[in-house]
């Protein structure tokens, strides 16, 4: 896409007085010579796929290896009974993570943003809001081109996969577009969706890629939370005119230059991190064994 | 080995993300590289056969082969030489599939120097005695890059509609294909060319904005020098 940095994206905003996400939805016209309506209406397509399923998480479907499921729902029964400490909004973003995570695990449809195994972080923002009635349908999916434009500059400028970039490079992109998302439906100007982006990215910096059995189970689908709770919470602290000290596109650049530092074993190998602790080596033993 | 790449955008073409790369695809999980990724490969491997899958000898290398049968990569490939896209409630039961579709496979783990992590080589026949060799990788969020096509060294996507051609190495070869393609009002987006050594087979690799007609591809077909034309149409929006 010819959104290569942030602040060409920001240039784009001043020249031609258009909000981000129109942007992006100019670029994504150019690019692949549709018309704005096929844009949007694919767009619309995206978000309601991601709303088919959270719609249709059930609780007792588990994963491959039997170690995801049902917690969706945990949190869900939970929130309606006690006091949370996080709060209402808060807790169900937790909760649509989980079912999201949950739901690609068990091989369910889902919308990989910007890749499965980061495919609960921005329903989890959105869909609360959405069905608490905060955001009209169009505003959530021009907040998802705000989302999707972040997340092309950082594929561009660094990457998105965390064969190549750890987990920093899915949740962590993830939740930056998630931050740059909500800060935009929130009415923040594209500084604002800057900082968020760049908070969000860094706070997640590093964050290695080490699923148990290398499945996309153990602890991709919790780090969905953690990547949602995070972009709240950078949004929020954009919202409240706090700035990242490092310019958002050096915090891209940066991600993109740990990813390549990282060792291989903390790159969806499976052969560092939490995946040979010895409860990991004992399913993926296990796992071996059924297969055998 | 001689390696010709012109681009108009000044970038490869798997740097060219589109925002529907990045908020999609719409797919069945785990995995997008490992899973989504996988049922393309298959699915391209399966198209540049030019024919029905009947046996397949499939080498999984780096991450494909730690982590590939967690992840479904397996029943993804074959999922994929079925014919099958990535959002297929199906693919978990694409080795049943196979059986009843008269489809042999089976997985090995194979050592590549300088290859992209999760990547395949698939060794493939039809029933009618045509092969193909393919090495591809799944370079994140479900996106794919041909790397090797009967071991000469390539580098296209499936992001665009894509025509091979596999011609001999005469002058005025590439002027000859790319003038049919203009006389069809077809944009090239990217072009390379590539050959083992002068003087013998070329593969051509031509990236286009529009559909390649068949009428344009039998025309590509029939020009003096060209062995066979092979065509990846790129999925429907």
């Known amino acids: ?292 | 080995m001689i390696l010709f790449v012109m681009t108009k955008f000044g970038k490869g073409p798997t740097d060219m993300l589109d925002i529907f790369d990045i908020l999609g695809p719409i797919m069945v999980g785990p995995s997008s590289s490992h899973t989504a990724g996988a049922v393309r490969i298959g699915n391209m491997a399966r198209t540049l056969l030019g024919g029905e899958v009947k046996t397949a000898h499939i080498l999984l290398h780096g991450s494909f082969a730690e982590t590939g049968q967690g992840h479904g990569t397996d029943r993804a490939l074959v999922a994929g030489l079925l014919g099958m896209k990535p959002d297929n409630l199906d693919i978990p039961r694409s080795f049943e599939l196979a059986k009843e579709h008269g489809l042999a496979f089976d997985f090995g783990v194979i050592q590549l120097r300088d290859a992209h992590p999760n990547t395949a080589v698939l060794n493939l026949e039809d029933g009618g005695g045509r092969r193909l060799k393919m090495q591809a990788s799944s370079v994140g969020g479900g996106r794919i890059r041909v790397d090797k096509l009967d071991d000469v060294d390539v580098g296209f996507t499936g992001a665009f509609n894509t025509l091979i051609v596999n011609s001999l190495d005469v002058s005025g070869e590439l002027a000859e294909v790319s003038r049919e393609l203009s006389g069809a009002k077809i944009n090239i987006a990217n072009m390379s060319l590539c050959r083992s050594r002068r003087g013998g087979a070329v593969l051509m690799v031509i990236e286009t904005d529009q559909r390649i007609p068949p009428v344009v591809r039998s025309l590509i077909t029939e020009l003096p020098g060209v062995a066979r034309t092979t065509y990846y149409e790129k999925e429907a929006e």
């Open chain 1, 1 to 292: 896409m010819a959104l290569d940095s942030m602040q060409e994206i920001f240039d784009k905003i001043d020249r031609f007085g258009k909000p981000f996400w129109e942007i992006v939805l100019d670029t994504d016209v150019e690019e692949r010579q549709v018309t704005r309506e096929a844009s949007f209406e694919k767009m619309r397509a995206a978000w309601r796929a991601m709303l088919e399923t959270d719609d249709t998480y059930r609780a007792d479907r588990r994963s491959v290896s039997g170690l995801v499921g049902g917690d969706g729902r945990k949190m869900r029964d939970y929130a309606s009974a006690a006091r949370t400490l996080s709060g209402g909004y808060v807790s169900e973003a937790i909760a649509v993570a989980l079912c999201t995570g949950e739901s690609n695990a068990c091989m369910r449809r889902i919308v990989a943003a910007p890749t499965a195994g980061a495919c609960g972080v921005l329903p989890a923002v959105l869909i609360p809001l959405w069905r608490g009635g905060q955001a009209s349908e169009d505003e959530v999916v021009e907040a998802l081109y705000v989302a999707s434009g972040i997340g092309a500059v950082i594929g561009y400028k660094a990457c998105i996969a965390g064969a190549s970039g750890g987990c920093q490079a899915e949740i962590g992109t993830a939740s930056a577009m998630a931050a740059g998302a909500l800060t935009a439906l929130r009415g923040g100007g594209p500084a604002q969706i800057g900082h968020a982006v760049a908070m969000a990215l860094k706070n997640l910096l590093g964050l290695v890629c080490d699923p148990v059995a290398g499945l996309v189970e153990v602890p991709c689908v919790k780090r969905n939370v953690v990547g949602a709770v995070n972009a709240i919470s950078c949004a929020d602290m954009a919202l409240a005119g706090i700035e990242s000290r490092v310019p958002v596109d050096q915090v891209i650049e940066c991600m993109g230059d740990v990813g390549r530092r990282l060792p291989v074993e903390f790159r969806e190998t499976a052969l560092g991190g939490l995946a040979v602790t010895p409860f990991g080596q004992e399913v993926k033993r296990q796992m071996r064994g059924s297969q055998a």
